[in-house]
């Protein structure tokens, strides 16, 4: 017995010193990390898809060729279109802000005067234009902010090496990819590979379906949004579509931050109440589509995990890692969640659970 539970604990101290050393390795190099884990990310989305091919006798090098060129086609021509576009709108709506804010005050001024015992006229026009500077102060930040990371020479540098090495890093690892998965299996200690590669093909299982489901989920939200909007007649109605839907894999705060942008948008554009409720009425079809048939249909529960853990996950990977925390996250959470689920099986069929011994 006492032989038994040395060996498990020295196993559990030899996987904790390799996971510790494997997230310095991770923190110390996360620089250089980006276009890799880009890469791998979208050699997993996309290794199905080849798979298929070499089903249809297409040689997985000529797939992986033929898929990665095309994916990157496609990225290339939406940002050649997304950049311009956005820095246009972006520019155009620091110049209108000063008087959106005037026209947000005359369409609230009226519920303002209800309160007017309780709040004077001069304290609610020192909030006005403390609002309106900080709104302000705000947007000229973030433009200022977006047009020097543009111009910045070391931003520049690691945008032109994410474009060039990260369709090189997908190809040969979705070329090579049953190699890697092989080569890694022969790594693992013989009494317990079969136990890991179980657990590995639970993580790939749910994580996959995740991660093709939510990529559909955020595209038809950008599409629902967007058409919304724009049949509302709202200005900037691509923009605020076209976020609301990709922060979407965000629970909940992606929604928020649209409906609150595109309804205060409306106030500041819109003179009648009427197509102020049409285009909170848009992302009310919007959050009904999401939680009603988008959701269960395309991802329903296979990740398994809590929308708060989500949220945790995205929050501390962006904190520890930056925007590579944020790509690192979900398979990061996902992982943990089956390792979890796994050892909570383990520990209520355990004698020491039900009490024997």
Known sequence: M?????????KFWIWSIIIILGVLGIYTVKGILLPFVVGLIIAYLLNPVVARLEEVHIPRTLGSAILILLSFLTI????????????????????????????????????LSQFSDFVSIQDVEQLK?????YMGDMFKWSLSAAVGILGNTLALANLISLVILTPVVAFYLLRDWSRFTVGMEKLLPRDQARTIMTQINQINKTLGSYL????????????????????????????IGIATGILAFIPYVGFLIGAVSAIGLAMAQFHDWASIGWVAFVFLIG???????LTPKLIGDRIGLHPVWI??????????????????AMPVAATLGVVVRFFMNKYFQSDFYHGHG
């Open 2 to 10: 006492e032989m038994h539970s040395y060996a498990l604990n020295r």
């Open 76 to 111: 290339i021509e939406f940002f050649l279109f997304a950049i311009p576009f956005l820095q246009n709108e972006l520019i155009a709506l620091t110049k209108r802000l000063p008087s959106y804010g005037e026209r947000i005050y005359g369409t609230l001024q009226p519920f």
């Open 129 to 133: 234009e403390k609002a309106s500077a």
């Open 212 to 239: 093709r489901g939510q990529c559909l989920v955020c595209l038809c939200l950008s599409i629902i949004y967007s058409t919304g909007l724009m049949m509302a007649g709202l200005d900037y109605a691509i923009t």
């Open 287 to 293: 959050l009904s589509a999401e939680a009603y048939f």
């Open 311 to 328: 949220i945790f996950s995205l929050l501390a990977g962006g904190l520890l890692f930056g925007f590579l925390g944020m790509f690192l």
